[in-house]
């Protein structure tokens, strides 16, 4: 099995900066893409930001020029540097990655638990 542990999240001025991280462990083969998602209350689940095995990345509008994603392949991890927040940015942030099997050899998605950013105004 497959566990992803996000940490990082937290209450943060408008303005601020957070940095989330999520690792995987487990039995992972490799990991092909990495992502990060939020749910803001009575909201969908939207894309934040993506990053794949080669490393590039996509972003939604909203968060282009303030938000990073990054991943560190040795430690089956992937960050969301979050700079000049703002009070839409209030969600729960769920960290999602497409892992193939050590065993079986398939692809899986995973979601890790969530992890809360609230930006006050």
């Known amino acids: 099995q497959v566990q992803l542990v996000e940490s990082g999240g937290g209450l943060v001025q408008a303005g601020g900066s957070l940095r989330l991280s999520c690792a995987a462990s487990g039995s992972i083969l490799s990991i092909n893409s990495m992502g990060w998602y939020r749910q803001a209350p009575g909201k969908q689940r939207e894309l934040v930001a993506a990053?794949?095995?080669?490393?590039?990345?996509n972003y939604a509008d909203s968060v282009k020029g303030r938000f990073t994603i990054s991943r560190d392949n040795a430690k089956n991890t992937v960050y969301l540097q979050m700079n000049s927040l703002k009070p839409e940015d209030t969600a729960i942030y769920y960290c999602?990655?497409?892992?193939?099997?050590?065993?079986?050899?398939?692809?899986?998605?995973?979601w890790g638990q969530g992890t809360e950013v609230t930006v006050s105004s």
């Open positions: 990053i794949t095995s080669g490393g590039s990345t």
């Open positions: 999602k990655t497409i892992i193939t099997s050590l065993y079986s050899r398939l692809l899986r998605q995973y």
